[in-house]
């Protein structure tokens, strides 16, 4: 248990609207799946430490969605679909993290300060005044700031709550979805808020948890004996992760859900039309992320 607990990697997988990137550990960057905006026009990029996958939420069909890789150097990479500016990240520097959402592409720096470009008509790029950042996680119209005291912090859309986090304490993970946000704690529970619809807030039980991920409508959670725990909608079987063993990653899309195993290899569930799910022959993903 404590090996895995060690083992959890950030950033080596990613699964965006309609398609699916992993770092691997020369710095590469490979991508399967819907790729009419460039999204997955990736071969080229080198040092990359960590990655992100913009995501559109299911009831969009327009199927727009970009791709975003952090290099070595602090500096930041884009590809994919560009009419919000969700792209112009050619003079990030001394970033330490990215996360991709819906037309917006947000950068933590090394000070714990915040960055964001794309898409703002809902206020979800209005990060300027925020310090002491450690984690950061992109909702479809939300955006979310783990801070170092372990208080959550969120911007954009509340419609359905799901920036109420004020409250929250002992958090060493976030997550956003379309509507809903989840919240690791550091005794390995798990908090939620958000759109309910189809109960994918439904982790208070959850427990001895190392890493999550979220989806347009369903939660991950990756347990320290490397299963895998899945709630939310299950139309296209993005939650049929229950014989999954040996997991140290996990990336929830619209649709489909990555589990990363321990030998470098990726698995797969969910929705697979555009080839997203593709990734049976993966290997040589990268273990320890940014």
């Known amino acids: 248990m404590k090996e895995l607990k060690r083992l959890v990697p950030k950033d080596t997988i990613a699964a965006g609207h309609r398609h699916t990137v992993g770092l691997k550990s020369d710095g590469t960057v490979m991508a399967v ?15 990359i430490v960590a990655i992100a996958a913009g995501n559109v939420h299911m009831a969009t069909n327009t199927g727009n969605a970009h791709t975003i890789g952090l290099k070595s150097d602090g500096t930041v990479v884009a590809v994919g679909w560009n009419k919000h500016e969700q792209c112009e990240v050619d003079d990030w520097h001394d970033i330490k993290a990215v996360a991709a959402g819906w037309r917006r592409t947000i950068g933590l720096k090394s000070d714990g300060s915040v960055v964001a470009v794309g898409r703002n008509n809902e206020g979800a790029c209005n990060v300027t005044g925020w310090h002491n950042i450690v984690a950061i996680a992109a909702g479809d119209w939300h955006t979310i700031g783990l ?22 304490r002992g958090i060493v993970a976030v997550a956003a979805g379309y509507l809903h946000t989840v919240g690791l704690k550091s005794d390995g529970t798990v908090t939620a808020v958000g759109m309910n619809k189809h109960g994918q807030c439904d982790v208070c039980d959850w427990s001895d948890m190392v890493a999550i991920s979220v989806g347009s409508y369903h939660t991950i959670g990756l347990k320290s004996d490397g299963t895998v725990a899945a709630v939310g909608m299950n139309k296209h079987g993005q939650c049929d992760v229950c014989d999954w063993y040996d997991i140290v990653a996990v990336a929830a899309g619209c649709a489909h859900t990555l589990g990363l195993k321990s030998d470098g290899t990726v698995v797969a569930v969910g929705g697979n039309e555009y080839g997203q799910c593709d990734v049976s022959d993966w290997r040589g993903i990268q273990l320890l992320g940014n």
């Open 147 to 168: 801070k170092s005291d372990g208080t959550v912090t969120a911007v954009g859309i509340n419609r359905y709550h799901q920036c109420h986090v004020s409250d929250w």
């Open 33 to 47: 799946g819907d790729n009419k905006f460039g999204q997955c026009d990736v071969s080229g990029w080198r040092d």
